[in-house]
Every structure is written in C-alpha cells, then in structure tokens.
C-alpha cells in the first residue's frame, strides 16, 4: 500500500483515503476526493508552462476599470467561478458560470458606481496568478467614499481565468482623538 507523508504532521494517509477539501477556498477541490487525486491535480496544475502572463492579468485590470463588461467576460473561462469580497459567506458570494460571474461583476459597479483600482501589481506562476490594488469608489447606498488595499487569486485553465478570488481589506473608523 502507497502512503502519503503530511509535511508536519506524524501521521500517513492512505493513497485512497477520501479527503474533504473546502470548496469555498480551494476551487477545484470538489474534483479531488482522494488524496492521491489532490495531490496529481495539485503537480498537473503546478507544473505547466503558463499560457497566461501578466499582460493579460493588466488587460484585465484596465477593463475592471473601464466597467467594461464584455472585455472582461472575454478573459473568464466557460466554467468560470468569481468569489467576491463581500458576502454571507467566510469567502464572501460565490458565483459559479458565465451567467451568474457576469451578474456578480455587474454588481460590483452598481454598488460602487465611480469604481476604480489603482496601482495594480500582477504576478503570475504556472497556473495561478495574483493581483495587487487598491479600490477606489464611493458606496452608492450610502455615498460614502472606500479606498482599500485588495488583491486577486487567480487559478487559469488554458489561456482564461477560471477563478477569479478577490480579497480586500476593511477599514475602521478613524479613532475619536
């Protein structure tokens, strides 16, 4: 029998042990009920020479802003998934296909009419990628005027995004002096 060491840990997997991955983190997770098939999905997507480039990843950023809404979907994979910052959730609203990213990026604008993200950063490594922001907008709820650090978890199928994960800082009030 083929066992799997966990790095830290004293104790060994069985190759065919089922495992449970949580789907809200770890896109893809649901395709891998053992560890063995976790751990050949992790080295295939791992280790491929990336088809998407920071190129891309700045084409994609500049659309955000634009609200260009036909350039972005162009970038995002037919079984695309967007996690968005905000939500119910621990990992904010999931979106899951075309239809449902669409509407859940078409939100992001009609919450923040004016939205903006500034001084992007991109990176990009095999089959993930990263970007670096800040967002810039004013709530339209309420009017009131957001300028946060975020980022985005990209993982790429081919030469589209097919999860777009964004995370963004919260800011508190101001301490009374």
């Not at 009419?113 to 500034?118: H, I, L, M």
């Not at 004013?138 to 097919?162: H, M, N, P, W, Y």
């Amino acid at each position: 029998m083929r066992r799997y060491r966990v790095p830290g840990k004293p104790h060994f997997y069985d190759r065919e042990s089922p495992i449970v991955l949580q789907a809200s983190t770890l896109p893809g997770g649901e395709d891998c009920p053992t560890v063995e098939s976790a751990i050949l999905a992790f080295l295939e997507q791992t280790l491929v020479a990336p088809q998407v480039d920071t190129t891309q990843l700045e084409a994609f950023a500049r659309a955000w802003s634009r609200h260009d809404i036909e350039a972005l979907m162009s970038f995002m994979s037919d079984d695309c998934v967007f996690h968005s910052s905000l939500g119910p959730s621990a990992s904010g609203t999931r979106y899951i296909g075309r239809d449902e990213v669409r509407a859940g990026f078409m939100k992001a604008w009609a919450d923040f009419p004016d939205a903006q993200w500034t001084r992007a950063r991109h990176f990009v490594a095999g089959s993930r990628g990263v970007s670096e922001w800040t967002f810039v907008g004013t709530r339209a709820s309420d009017g009131q005027r957001v300028e946060v650090d975020g980022c985005d978890l990209f993982s790429f199928r081919g030469d589209k995004i097919r999860v777009k994960d964004s995370w963004r800082k919260t800011r508190t009030p101001p301490a009374d002096s």
